[in-house]
């Protein structure tokens, strides 16, 4: 944890990440993390929308 605000001293766990991970995963979605030390840290992930036929 870069961020020592949210440490597990203070109630942090340090699985919100890996939890999103397994989420995206489930839905057959893509996570992709790009970071830079000094300069932040981008989180994309990308869905892929099944057409669904609901005329019965």
Not at 37 to 50: A, S
């Amino acid at each position: 944890m870069i961020d020592k605000s949210r440490s597990r001293q203070n109630g942090g766990s340090g699985i919100g990440l890996s939890l999103c991970k397994k989420i995206i995963e489930f839905h057959r979605a893509n996570l992709i993390i790009e970071s830079e030390e000094n300069f932040g840290t981008k989180v994309y992930f990308d869905l892929l929308l099944e057409r669904r036929n609901d005329n019965i």
